[in-house]
């Protein structure tokens, strides 16, 4: 819990260097290098979050990565880190600063879970829905799962848009063993 | 036995089936980071508000109380043993709100409104919020009328308006519920014809256990149930054995109800049984939610926790329909302590309180109410004209009489005025006592305290008082009905009446003598 608060500290933080810097989307790319690096290797993590190693071997090997890939403001940004001993959050900063950046930019991340494919037709279709049910633009990531029997799950920041066969089957069950079958 | 036959199943179902609109459901969610204690912490639900009621997998319910920075803190009110890390949570955007409505009399529940007696379930149309402010001063007027306890003791020195708050207070096995009890008991004259006609209005009761043993409230639910007052009253319980959460609750659910009568110009009698262990179960979740401890640990807003659930106790003004909520806490205090503090915060929210002392218990003072420290701030306003003439002296009679006390020792070596004070006192102690179950009428109450206050019952032996006052009741009961009818109408003590009955009583003590 106070690794999220610190991280979300980090992460505005971040998120004001972005916004001054002359080019910011840079910045935000230079971050999602540094991402997809830690997401990608498992020795990354495990470096990070390892408090046996020292904390100016922990620079050496970070410049040594993303010297030529990303600006000095990020690099400066890391070293940082490291030297406040945060580095092990560095992944919950990441996220939370895109998230933030999302916020920015006025886009939502939705999560679609479907029964079976959507034709690319559907996709486009129920992209549109949401960009006006939520009156910002969407990202939609859409995969697959069975489980649903058909329709529809649409996860919107909190909100969930359930349109699935499943949820209509739990509502009809609920309301049939609450003796609604009773009234006449 | 009416056979079902298979087509109208399937013609019911089918209407049940058709009128279902396939529609989307949004709904806003959070996840599980922490459970545990009967407590959990929630990640998302942005959206959600204080005191909102939260699902949980498995048909458990809870309730927001913390909101924090990355984190939503919530009380479970079921067994949070079946919750897992990582679950997902919904909102029903309801903040805590329990059923109402009449299908409640008669009923036992828990605090979330669900029936517990077995008897099937509870169809009302209406949900009312467990929290609601107290009304203002402009939609109150004084507490006038009374509730009738149908205990001397009560009814004549520490008389109770219809929409005061009296606490009881005392210690362990001291007699506190059995006052509320017989309370409730008695009100079941207020909804018989003859009530209506002397213009009193019927009393709904709702008893409210919080923490108590099962078998207690089962015993309580059966005592009600045997002598007709489960027609009136409600009983919402939430036993020891339920999580703390819902013993939180629990008062708050039974002025709720209470609330709903009210405003439907009626009048309701609400006992918390006990706010001692109210106490404890918020003591309990504000622990756990991690909030900082005050005094004896209790929270910082304990006062806050019982002064707005008794400031919900009021009499409406006419506008509002005049209907009255009357509170009738109760507080265990520990080795006779009402310094400490629950007792002292409680005392100085209510309008009086009645005193129960474990040495007047033990002497065989039943109910063993010390008149001296009771009090009722609503007082002769809340008492008919008639027990107000003849309960007048009684106050005193008994604080000269207790003074006295302790020179009884010397019998015969004191004066005649001083053993005159004595013998009076001891006379109207034995004349108050009274035995469980057995609530006096009011006009009952009047003759006896007339009697036992002008000296009348002075000559008998002590240990025949009660026995006296049983076969002179009984003897009115049954020939001169009327003179009892007549007091109950006009609710007071004429001179003509009082003449008449002193004269019979003088009688029956000649034969009662002999």
Sequence with gaps: MSNLRAAHRYASALMALTLEAKKPEAIAGDLLTVQTAIKASKELRSLLASPIISKEKKKVIFSALFEKKIGGDVLKFIDAIVDKRRENILPEILAQYFLLRDEELGVVAVDVRTAVEFSSAQETRLTKQLESYTQKKVRVSFSLDKMLKGGFVAKVGDTTLDGSVRRQLEKLRSRLKNGAATKN | ?514
């Design chain 2, 1 to 514: 036995m009416a056979e079902v036959r298979p087509d109208e199943i399937t013609a019911v179902l089918r209407k049940q089936l058709s009128g279902f609109e396939k529609e989307i459901d949004i709904y806003d969610v959070g996840t599980v980071l922490q459970v545990g204690d009967g407590i959990a912490r929630l990640y998302g639900l942005s959206k959600v508000m204080a005191s909102e009621l939260i699902e949980f997998p498995h048909d458990v319910f809870g309730m927001v109380l913390n909101l924090e920075e990355d984190n939503v803190g919530c009380v479970l009110f079921g067994d949070d043993t079946k919750i897992k890390e990582g679950d997902t949570v919904k909102r029903t955007k309801r903040v805590a709100s329990m059923p109402v409505g009449e299908a409640m009399l008669g009923r036992v529940i828990n605090p979330l409104g669900q029936p517990i007696d077995g008897r099937g379930n509870i169809k009302t149309d209406k949900f009312s919020p467990l929290e609601r402010k107290a009304l203002g001063v402009i939609q109150r007027q004084p507490v006038k009328q009374p509730l009738q306890t149908g205990l001397k003791a009560v009814d004549g020195m520490i008389p109770i308006g219809r929409g005061q708050r009296e606490l009881i207070i005392g210690d362990r096995q001291t007699g506190k519920t059995a006052v509320a009890l017989d309370t409730i008991i008695n009100q079941k004259y207020t909804h018989s014809e003859k009530a209506k006609k002397e213009g009193v209005k019927p009393v709904y009761c709702i008893y409210v256990a919080i923490g108590q043993k099962g078998s207690t409230v089962a015993q309580v639910v059966t005592k009600l149930e045997e002598m007709g007052a489960m027609d009136y009253t409600t009983i919402i319980s939430a036993t020891a054995s339920d999580p703390a959460p819902l013993q939180f609750i629990a008062p708050y659910a039974g002025a709720t109800l209470g609330e709903f009568f009210r405003d439907s110009g009626r009048d309701v009698l609400v006992v918390y049984d006990d706010l001692s262990k109210h106490a404890a179960a918020y003591r309990q979740v504000s622990l756990l939610l991690r909030r900082p401890p005050g005094r004896e640990a209790y929270p910082g807003d304990v006062f806050y926790l019982h002064s707005r659930l008794l400031e919900r106790a009021s009499k409406l003004s006419d506008e509002l329909g005049g209907g009255s909520l009357t509170a009738l806490p109760i507080i265990e205090t520990q080795a006779g302590d009402v310094a400490a503090y629950i007792p002292t915060n409680v005392i100085s929210i209510t309008d009086g309180q009645i005193f129960l002392e474990p040495n007047l218990f033990n002497s065989g003072v039943r109910p063993a109410i010390n008149v001296g420290i009771s009090v009722s701030r609503v007082g002769g306003n809340a008492q008919i004209k008639g027990m107000k003439k003849v309960a007048g002296r009684l106050r005193l009679d008994l604080a000269q009489y207790r003074e006295l006390e302790a020179f009884a020792k010397f019998g015969s070596d004191l004066d005649k005025a001083t053993q005159q004070q004595l013998r009076r006192g001891s006379h109207l102690v034995e004349v108050l006592k009274q035995r469980q179950y057995v609530p006096m009428s009011i006009e009952s109450q009047v003759v006896m305290i007339f009697l036992g206050t002008s000296g009348f019952l002075d000559e008998l032996p002590l240990d025949q008082v009660q026995q006296f006052e049983k076969e002179f009741l009984a003897m009115l009961e049954l020939r001169h009905k009327d003179l009892l009818d007549t007091i109950a109408e006009k609710k007071e003590l004429t001179d003509e009446i009082s003449k008449n009955i002193q004269s019979m009583a003088k009688e029956f003590i000649e034969t009662f003598k002999g």
